[in-house]
């Protein structure tokens, strides 16, 4: 049961004192600076594992579900912008239900989901089974018999796939096993961001047994998924600050950590802000986004507030809408086809069903009038959509 917080929130932060299921609105303080720690390091991952495969391994690992990354030329996550952004994050029970994120600045809404984490990362989205589950059901992996005979299925920890991974015994490893140690160590410290004390799930070490399988796993959904829910966990804790420090005066920092694949977001905040072009280079035509821009320097609060700055006429935030070259790529047709029809392979959609409307552009309200914020456009179908729908019945 959500709540109806316009007569209780006068500000929009304040925090129930027992949990509920309440719907926070909105940050009535969006300039308090914090200190985010991302959990998923990405940067550090790419440049311990690529300098240790040769040529050959290289060459192979571009082919599998993260070779993409190794042409990311900016896989640090930015911590102060992306708090910078989550101060204007808006809450309502139809974002929740959605799996969406929405922003209000300055009267201008804008949506961050699936859609654009697809768009930006080109993962393969699908039906898919979590992997993160069944802790204690045994692996009986033969991916660790061979490599880490020393340990089980349980015992096997993230720190030994780095130990082996930096090791001489790494050079002498046959190619499989080698993208297999590298994938799951990728995965699980640099997407995830779980700590190299905690152990592989046995349903992990069960997919890399099969590389076809691995290859074929809905990496998009599964990393959308697991990363929307600890960027859900953002929302109280700046709002539990603002409550119990920054209106007492209190001079104790906001600091709190983020879990997940937090890249994707950065890079929509960039593709979404004008701004942005004064502080991150971009590379016009690569595909998928994550690939084409790249950062000028680290970024600071105040410089994260200017670039979020709406009130600059040339900075007019727009929502994200797929190109005619990326309506045309398959993992976005295959996004299209599971959230449309829930379905995957080379059959065509049923011609019966009828697609959702598709997203808005952002669009000006008055922020005084809580009974205006609406953040879906009831006039229809955007024309990204209709021609993503065409490209859907020719190409697939």
């Given at each position: 049961?959500?709540?109806d917080f316009?007569?209780?929130l006068?500000?929009?932060d304040?925090?129930p004192?027992?949990r509920?299921t309440?719907?926070f609105?909105?940050?009535?303080?969006?300039?308090?600076?914090?200190?985010v720690?991302?959990?998923?390091t990405?940067?550090?991952?790419?440049?311990?594992?690529?300098p240790?495969?040769n040529?050959?391994?290289?060459?192979?690992?571009g082919?599998?579900?993260?070779?993409q990354?190794a042409?990311?030329?900016?896989?640090?996550?930015?911590?102060?912008?992306?708090h910078?952004m989550?101060?204007?994050?808006i809450?309502?029970?139809?974002l929740?239900?959605?799996k969406?994120?929405?922003?209000?600045?300055?009267?201008?809404q804008v949506?961050?989901?699936d859609?654009?984490?697809?768009?930006?990362?080109?993962f393969?989205?699908?039906?898919y089974s979590?992997?993160?589950?069944g802790?204690?059901?045994p692996a009986?992996?033969?991916?660790?018999?061979?490599?880490?005979?020393?340990?089980?299925d349980?015992g096997?920890r993230?720190?030994h796939?780095?130990?082996?991974?930096?090791?001489?015994s790494?050079?002498?490893?046959?190619d499989e096993?080698?993208?297999a140690?590298?994938q799951?160590?990728?995965?699980?410290?640099?997407l995830?961001?779980r700590e190299?004390?905690?152990?592989i799930?046995?349903?992990?070490?069960?997919?890399?047994d099969?590389?076809?399988?691995?290859?074929?796993y809905?990496?998009?959904?599964f990393?959308?998924?697991?990363?929307?829910?600890?960027?859900?966990?953002?929302?109280?804790?700046?709002?539990y600050?603002?409550q119990?420090?920054v209106?007492?005066?209190?001079?104790?920092?906001?600091?709190?950590?983020?879990?997940g694949?937090?890249?994707?977001?950065k890079?929509w905040?960039?593709?979404?802000?004008?701004?942005a072009?004064?502080?991150?280079?971009?590379?016009?035509g690569l595909?998928?986004r994550?690939k084409a821009?790249?950062r000028?320097?680290?970024?600071?609060?105040h410089?994260?507030?200017?670039?979020?700055?709406?009130?600059?006429?040339s900075n007019?935030?727009?929502?994200m809408?797929?190109?005619?070259?990326?309506?045309?790529?398959?993992?976005?047709i295959?996004?299209?086809r599971?959230?449309?029809f829930?379905c995957?392979?080379?059959?065509?959609p049923?011609?019966?069903q009828?697609?959702?409307a598709?997203?808005?552009?952002?669009?000006?309200?008055?922020v005084d009038?809580p009974?205006?914020?609406?953040y879906r456009?009831?006039?229809?179908?955007s024309?990204s959509?209709?021609?993503s729908?065409g490209?859907?019945?020719?190409?697939?």
């Amino acid at each position: 049961m959500y709540c109806d917080f316009e007569n209780v929130l006068r500000n929009g932060d304040i925090i129930p004192a027992k949990r509920t299921t309440a719907i926070f609105r909105r940050h009535s303080n969006k300039r308090t600076p914090g200190s985010v720690t991302f959990k998923a390091t990405l940067g550090t991952v790419m440049r311990d594992v690529l300098p240790r495969l040769n040529v050959r391994q290289r060459q192979l690992f571009g082919n599998t579900p993260f070779g993409q990354l190794a042409d990311v030329d900016e896989p640090h996550g930015d911590p102060s912008l992306v708090h910078a952004m989550m101060m204007h994050e808006i809450r309502s029970p139809r974002l929740i239900e959605e799996k969406r994120f929405g922003f209000d600045l300055l009267g201008f809404q804008v949506e961050f989901g699936d859609r654009e984490f697809c768009l930006i990362t080109g993962f393969r989205f699908g039906a898919y089974s979590d992997i993160l589950a069944g802790k204690c059901i045994p692996a009986n992996s033969a991916l660790r018999q061979r490599l880490f005979p020393a340990y089980s299925d349980r015992g096997l920890r993230i720190k030994h796939l780095r130990e082996y991974i930096l090791s001489e015994s790494f050079n002498n490893v046959c190619d499989e096993d080698a993208l297999a140690v590298v994938q799951i160590y990728l995965l699980m410290r640099g997407l995830l961001g779980r700590e190299l004390d905690v152990g592989i799930p046995p349903l992990v070490l069960q997919l890399a047994d099969n590389p076809k399988e691995w290859n074929r796993y809905a990496w998009g959904g599964f990393l959308w998924n697991y990363t929307e829910i600890q960027m859900r966990a953002i929302f109280p804790k700046i709002a539990y600050h603002l409550q119990h420090f920054v209106r007492q005066k209190s001079q104790k920092p906001l600091k709190y950590t983020v879990l997940g694949f937090m890249l994707p977001f950065k890079v929509w905040i960039w593709e979404t802000f004008p701004e942005a072009r004064e502080y991150a280079r971009y590379k016009r035509g690569l595909i998928p986004r994550m690939k084409a821009w790249k950062r000028n320097f680290q970024l600071t609060f105040h410089q994260c507030e200017m670039l979020l700055d709406t009130g600059l006429e040339s900075n007019h935030p727009h929502n994200m809408e797929p190109t005619e070259v990326e309506l045309q790529q398959p993992y976005y047709i295959r996004y299209m086809r599971w959230k449309q029809f829930g379905c995957e392979g080379e059959s065509p959609p049923p011609v019966h069903q009828t697609p959702p409307a598709g997203q808005s552009p952002p669009r000006r309200r008055s922020v005084d009038n809580p009974d205006t914020r609406n953040y879906r456009s009831k006039a229809g179908s955007s024309s990204s959509e209709a021609s993503s729908q065409g490209y859907i019945n020719k190409y697939i």
